[in-house]
């Protein structure tokens, strides 16, 4: 039980692997007013740093799960790195399926909704962790723009438009759910952007490195394609953010 060894080098060096920066993730901290001693799940963690870098600052204490061996670890070192691994623990598992022993005043699943087949299947997953009156944060993409063609839709990762709401639709499928929007902090093109081409340049050193293996044609080709697909369509396209909610 792993990732696809693409993936996992793919992202590198990255520490937040979803186009936030540091700043997006420390204001997302503040903005839902974090406090000392609270709980946290963060269910597809990747290599911690939303935990760790919220433990170092807010005092918060959780649980990260990950079906990444090699993300996993990472979170770890990262957790002794900032001192807090004494508040933090990373569990390498699926996040779909894990079952948390407590219940938690946040649960978070930041962009990775694919874990319940959408945002409203990862809210229910989300939910059966959440203590009353809990909050929930979720990463999801959404059109900045209308997509006028299949080519511009395939080149943001989705197979059809309706893969994706609108900012708009996107709110109001979270609220017909039973969920209020009390928060929310959004990518930008500059923070797409750092996301995007640091994969451009780990992808090249990597590729330098291992001219003959087995994932390299795939690579050449991504490398090829993919920083024209990211200006072209994704960074005008393509928006991303958290959400933070809170049941009605």
């Not at 007013?33 to 935990?51: A, H, I, V, Y």
């Not at 433990?55 to 670890?73: E, P, Q």
């Not at 933090?88 to 946040?106: L, N, Q």
Request: glycine fraction near 8%; include cysteine.
């Amino acid at each position: 039980m792993d990732l696809d060894r693409s993936f996992v080098i793919r992202e590198g060096d990255l520490r937040i692997l979803n186009p936030f920066d540091d700043d997006k993730l420390a204001a997302l901290g503040r903005a839902i007013r974090l406090r000392p001693d609270d709980t946290l799940l963060d269910l597809c963690s990747g290599k911690g740093e939303l935990l760790c870098t919220w433990s170092r600052t807010h005092g918060v204490r959780g649980t990260g799960v990950d079906l990444s061996t090699v993300f996993t670890a990472a979170a770890r070192r990262r957790a002794v790195e900032l001192a807090v691994a004494d508040r933090v623990r990373f569990v390498h598992d699926d996040a779909a399926g894990y079952v948390h022993p407590e219940k938690v005043d946040v649960a978070a699943c930041v962009g990775a909704t694919w874990i319940g087949g959408g945002v409203v299947g990862t809210i229910d997953i989300l939910a059966r962790a959440l203590r009353p009156g809990g909050m929930l944060l979720v990463g999801e993409p959404y059109w900045r723009r209308e997509p006028p063609d299949q080519e511009t839709v395939a080149a943001c990762h989705a197979t059809a438009r309706d893969d994706f709401d609108d900012l708009p639709g996107l709110i109001r499928r979270v609220q017909a759910h039973g969920w209020d929007v009390v928060e929310m902090v959004l990518a930008d093109q500059d923070s797409w952007d750092r996301y995007a081409a640091a994969h451009w340049l780990t992808l090249r050193r990597w590729l330098d490195a291992h001219p003959d293996d087995d994932l390299a044609e795939g690579f050449r080709q991504e490398l090829t394609e993919d920083p024209v697909q990211h200006v072209r369509y994704r960074r005008e396209y393509l928006g991303w953010g958290v959400f933070a909610l809170l049941q009605r």
